[in-house]
């Protein structure tokens, strides 16, 4: 077997090993009820579309506000790289976070579809913000330089140049809404019973029955058309940081002042919250001490995690450019995580250090297909070329790798580790059915929440966020010392 | 590279040791039994009244108690089902009584010797209903900031007026038990037409539906609502940790409904003999004095709140648990409430 066909596989046995067990555990219902699914279905296409239509203008906004910025050279020198993170901020802090704020700035918050999309936007403008900054400054850096020169608009530039990046934006736009299509808790809290979307339904049918059957068919539902979307065959340039160099002619004052607003908005709420919760922490019993002893395995989890979904990332680098390998990835959608919890409780043993290997296994594979969508996949289209001229001249696959694609696939390896470490960080949900236990630092803030101490919950999620960091800092790191070392070999 | 590979080696083996010298703390060389229990987070926290009952009970029984997070009660009753044996659950807590139907198809429990215990009036109405025993229970009310009210509500129909529009924060019956409870209390009292006619006009008041007890609760605590709907209990909280007064429980003239919270041994515990005897303490005065005060909740059994500052809430008027309705029944109540929803 080539070792095209291994990786194949291999990915094929991990990304359906979830489903394997529940199909062994629970049998499909074929008779569903048809309406219902419509209206969820309906419930799911229709926030998802609004979602990505309104991060694509919000995002638009933030971007020109960004450049606005860059070109103030004071700004420049040390506030554009913190800004490119904060733009991501919301996509990484839990949705219950973004809401309390959204819900003391927007009264009467508008739950239902209006809700989900306000939120959904409030995550992903950031996102789509960074997302086409690159797609402009590696597409159309000449043009706007040129178009400048000229004397051209910028609304008139960017209504002349979309043509040419159709194809690009509807990537990204798919990109996004696939991601909210997807999304769970968003529509669970800002829905308030009004969009019941499919992964709604599906928690229904577990929570309200125990109709586990249904929601296994349901499931296998969304990733059918997940699948569906995910051959659209567009292809685009998507990656986080690119260049520093201001772009002439494109800005706004507006956009700056939105651009400022949402990134410092959150920091500043947080802060302005946390002091009452610290007094708290302190003053609860033996919760600092909790807190404390939590922290070295909700570090080592979080990195734990962070370093499976770089090794399984280096895995289809190695096997890349493989057209069918990444149609299975990127058509992949995890079950919902209460079927995924139930199902890792079968597997294996439930006892230490099982039950954290399967933990940080389960939550890996929970967001492996979305951070292969993150700018993974389109990494490695773009190296296709260089991967077919080493082919041709007889470099091994070894050598392509090490010497070819690792040099260049460190930093976005980095960026997407620390991303999933963040997130690891902040599970509860897959944790408490898995792990029993308050056994990280976001498990017991859940516990927290539900037993009335929200200001310390709120408190001690500024202490994950700083772990998160810690894991930034690891993951950048161990890229900064690879690299120098690849270099040096080279 | 040396040196990094070193510092990653010196990072990974001071996270690993930490964690093992945790663990090896935790458990050293215990060859004792093990008593596993099955309960709710808030249980078996640090603050909960889990710790306090794993030390009361290890004093006497030659065992360990092990704690485990039951999650959600509907993903425990199937855990419970699908492991059966191999699960090794002895103890399981944190049923409602709308779980009860689910928690007796496919699993067995062992019947409980009760005699010796001295039940509250109001909780021996739910004795009867399955082998699995209460263990707190409490009522519930709209809670509100005193400060916030000329007048105070004192019925339903007062939540309708137009100054507590988008100010009163619900649970989402579909995903939180108090949620339900307000639910079903309302088609209780009015019937089940007249009661979707209210809530037509009621979701017009709210801010949100809240998925969780603790969603809601948490914008009440931010003040971001006037009140909602929550335990009787709940101000003992605000009294005991923040010392204010402010927060208090509605009286409503239509009643109270109740929530109990039950507890059992499953037929298939390894170790029964133990798993009764700890439910035993979970049932005696000092463990419900401990649940009472750790909780926030009302004790099932008599003579624990007096002298205590739960002796101090208002006897509100229950309303009495006439039919539990069945699993189909729920669900089809809480689709009429989502095409309600849907339709607004």
């Known amino acids: ?490 | 590279m040396k040196n990094f590979l070193i510092f990653l080696l010196l990072i990974f083996g001071g996270l690993f040791s930490a964690i093992v010298l945790k663990k090896n703390s935790d458990s050293g060389k215990d060859t004792r039994p093990v008593l596993k229990v099955f309960a709710a987070s808030s249980f078996i926290s640090q603050w909960g009244p889990g710790p306090w009952l794993k030390e009361a009970f290890e004093k006497t029984c030659e065992c360990r108690v092990e704690f485990q997070d039951g999650a959600d009660s509907t993903i425990l009753l199937q855990r419970l089902k699908s492991e059966g044996r191999t699960g090794g659950a002895d103890v399981v807590l944190g049923f409602d009584q709308y779980d009860l139907e689910l928690a007796q198809q496919g699993i067995e429990w062992r019947k409980l010797s009760l005699e010796d215990v001295d039940f509250d009036e109001r909780v021996r109405s739910v004795l009867v209903r399955s082998p699995l025993v209460p263990y707190d229970w409490s009522l519930l009310s709209f809670v509100v900031r005193k400060s916030d009210f000329s007048v105070l509500p004192k019925k339903l129909d007062d939540l309708m007026k137009p100054e507590l529009r988008g100010q009163i924060v619900m649970e989402d019956p579909r995903t939180s038990s108090p949620g339900l409870q307000f639910l079903l209390w309302l088609i209780q009292l009015k019937g089940e037409e007249k009661a979707f006619q209210f809530l037509a006009a009621f979701n017009q008041q709210l801010h949100s539906y809240a998925p969780s007890w603790s969603t809601a609760y948490g914008l009440f605590q931010k003040a971001q609502v006037k009140t909602t709907f929550s335990y009787v209990t709940s101000p003992v909280y605000h009294l005991v940790e923040d010392k204010s007064t402010d927060v208090i429980a509605l009286e409503m003239a239509e009643g109270h409904p109740a929530q109990f919270e039950f507890g059992g041994v499953p037929a298939t515990c390894r170790n029964c003999e133990l798993a009764e005897r700890f439910l035993a303490l979970v049932l005696s005065k000092e463990g419900q004095k401990v649940i009472m005060e750790k909780n926030y909740m009302f004790p099932v059994v008599n003579g624990v709140q007096e002298g205590t500052v739960f002796a101090s809430i208002p006897k509100y008027k229950m309303t009495e648990l006439s039919v539990i309705p069945s699993v189909s029944d729920r669900e089809r109540i809480l689709k009429k409430w989502a095409a309600l929803r849907r339709g607004e």
């Not at chain 1, 009452?276 to 807190?291: D, E, I, N, R, S």
């Not at chain 1, 980095?414 to 470490?421: E, G, H, L, N």
């Not at chain 1, 001690?460 to 010392?481: D, E, K, R, S």
């Open chain 1, 1 to 490: 077997m080539s070792t095209r066909w291994g990786l194949f596989a291999f990915f094929l046995i991990f990304l359906f090993f979830p489903y394997g067990i529940l199909l062994s555990k629970f049998s499909l219902a074929l008779q569903l009820d048809v309406p219902e699914l419509w209206w969820a279905f309906k419930n799911s296409t229709l926030q998802a579309l609004m979602s990505s239509v309104g991060s694509f203008f919000a995002g638009l906004f933030l971007l020109l506000g960004f450049f606005q910025v860059q070109r103030a050279s004071f700004y420049r020198l040390w506030m554009t790289r913190p800004l490119e993170v904060l733009l991501l901020l919301p996509n990484f802090l839990p949705p219950l976070f973004i809401l309390l704020v959204l819900l003391s700035l927007v009264q009467p918050f508008p739950t239902g579809i209006p809700g989900v999309v306000l939120v959904h936007i409030m995550m992903n403008a950031g996102l789509v913000a960074l997302l086409l900054k690159s797609l402009i400054e590696n597409k159309l850096r000449p043009l706007v330089e040129a178009a400048y020169m000229e004397g051209s608009g910028q609304w008139r530039f960017f209504q002349a140049s979309f043509g040419m990046l159709r194809r690009d934006l509807f990537a990204i736009f798919l990109f996004v809404f696939i991601l909210c299509f997807c999304s769970f808790s968003v529509p669970l809290i800002a829905g308030g019973g009004k969009a019941t979307t499919l992964e709604i339904l599906i928690y229904e049918k577990i929570r309200i029955s125990g109709a586990w059957g249904e929601a296994l068919s349901l499931s296998f539902i969304q990733m059918l058309l997940i699948l569906l979307l995910s051959s659209v065959p567009f292809q685009a340039r998507k990656n986080l940081f690119s260049s520093q160099n201001p772009l002439p002619m494109l800005k706004s004052r507006v956009g700056m002042v939105l651009l400022f607003l949402y990134c410092f908005g959150l920091i500043f709420y947080f802060l302005s919250q946390s002091l009452k919760g610290w007094l708290q922490v302190f003053a609860v019993q033996g919760l600092w001490q909790a807190a404390l002893e939590l922290l070295p395995f909700s570090l080592m989890f979080g990195l734990s995690v962070g370093g499976l979904v770089a090794f399984l990332l280096l895995l289809t680098a190695w096997g890349a450019p493989d057209e069918k390998l990444h149609r299975l990835i990127s058509g992949m959608v995890s079950p919902s995580t209460a079927l995924m919890g139930f199902s890792l409780l079968f597997f294996i043993s439930n006892e230490s250090p099982w039950v954290e290997i399967k933990w940080a296994l389960g939550f890996a594979y929970l967001i492996f297909s979305t951070l292969y969508r993150w700018g993974w996949d389109q990494k490695l289209s773009g190296l296709r070329d260089q991967i077919q001229v080493a082919n041709l001249l007889g470099a091994s696959r070894h050598l392509i790798f090490t010497d070819i694609l690792l040099p260049q696939l460190l930093n976005p390896l980095a960026w997407i580790a620390s991303v999933a470490s963040l997130w690891a960080l902040g599970d509860f949900a897959l944790g408490k059915i898995v792990m029993g236990r308050d056994a990280s630092l976001s498990l017991l803030i859940e516990t927290l929440m539900s037993s009335y101490r929200l200001p310390a919950a709120h408190a001690l999620m500024g202490l994950l966020l700083v772990m998160g960091c810690l894991c930034f800092l690891f993951f950048w790191g161990i890229a900064y010392v690879s690299r120098r070392a690849l270099a040096e070999k080279i």
